[in-house]
C-alpha cells in the first residue's frame, strides 16, 4: 500500500512540478519581452538631436519661392537624398566647432559639405551648411535641381524633425522638406 501511495504521490508532484515550470517559463518570456521593449523605448527617447538627424533623407519638396517646382516623382526619379549619417561621427574642429561632413545626391553629381547642429536642449534647432561643393560630371538630366538644391542648401539655417520627417528652413521662407529613408 505504501508503494502505491508513494508512486500516486510522486506523479502528481511530477505533474504539478510540470504546471509550474510551464507557468514559469511564459511568465519568464513574458517579462524579457517587456524588459527589452521598454529599454528600446527608453533608447530611443534619449537620443541627441544629432542621433536623431544622423539619417539618409529623401527629398519630397523643395520650396524656393520662386515659382519653379518640381514634383515627387522628379525627386524619385532622381534618386534625390540627403546623408547626415555621419552626424553620429561628429567632430570638433580648431576653433572648437562641432562639425561632421555630409553628402547629398540629387541624379547626377554628388554634393558635399560640412554641417554643424546646436545639439543643446533649449538653444533651438539651428544648423548650418557650408563648404558646399560639388563632383563636375556632365549630366543632361537633373542638373536644373542639383543646381537649385545645392545652391540653396547653405541658406538652410533651421530644422525641424516631426517623427519620420525633416524640414529645413531659410530666413527668408524657402524649405526643403525630407522623410527618412528607414521610416518603414
Same mark, same amino acid.
Given at each position: ?9 510522486? =506523479? ?9 515550470? #510551464? %507557468? /514559469? =517559463?511564459?511568465?519568464?518570456? %513574458? ?8 529599454? +528600446? ?11 536623431? /538627424? ?7 519638396? /523643395?520650396?524656393?519661392? $520662386?515659382?519653379?517646382?518640381? *514634383?515627387? &516623382?522628379? %525627386?524619385?526619379?532622381? @534618386? ?8 553620429? &561621427? #561628429?567632430?570638433?574642429?580648431? &576653433? @572648437? +566647432? ?17 554641417? *554643424? ?6 538653444? @533651438?534647432?539651428?544648423?548650418?551648411? =557650408? ?18 538644391? *545645392?545652391?540653396? /542648401?547653405? $541658406? ?5 524633425? $516631426? @517623427? ?12 526643403? +522638406? %525630407? ?6
Amino acid at each position: 500500500m505504501v508503494d502505491k501511495v508513494d508512486y500516486y504521490f510522486l =506523479s502528481k508532484l511530477k505533474q504539478e512540478m510540470t504546471t509550474k515550470s #510551464i %507557468f /514559469l =517559463s511564459v511568465l519568464l518570456i %513574458f517579462s524579457t519581452t517587456i524588459l527589452f521593449s521598454s529599454c +528600446k523605448s527608453n533608447k530611443m527617447a534619449n537620443l541627441t538631436e544629432n542621433e536623431k /538627424l544622423a539619417r539618409v533623407w529623401m527629398l519630397t519638396d /523643395l520650396n524656393l519661392n $520662386d515659382g519653379n517646382n518640381f *514634383s515627387k &516623382e522628379d %525627386f524619385v526619379k532622381a @534618386g534625390a537624398k540627403l546623408d547626415l549619417t555621419k552626424l553620429k &561621427e #561628429i567632430t570638433t574642429d580648431l &576653433e @572648437g +566647432k562641432r562639425i561632421a561632413q555630409g553628402s547629398a545626391f540629387m541624379g547626377c553629381n554628388t554634393i558635399f559639405f560640412t554641417i *554643424s547642429t546646436n545639439d543643446k536642449a533649449n538653444s @533651438g534647432n539651428t544648423i548650418n551648411f =557650408s563648404q558646399v561643393g560639388m563632383t563636375r560630371k556632365a549630366c543632361q538630366e537633373n542638373m536644373e535641381l542639383e543646381t537649385r538644391f *545645392s545652391k540653396n /542648401l547653405s $541658406d538652410m539655417i533651421e530644422y525641424q524633425l $516631426d @517623427g519620420h520627417f525633416l524640414t529645413l528652413s531659410s530666413v527668408d521662407g524657402k524649405r526643403m +522638406k %525630407f522623410v527618412a529613408q528607414d521610416w518603414d
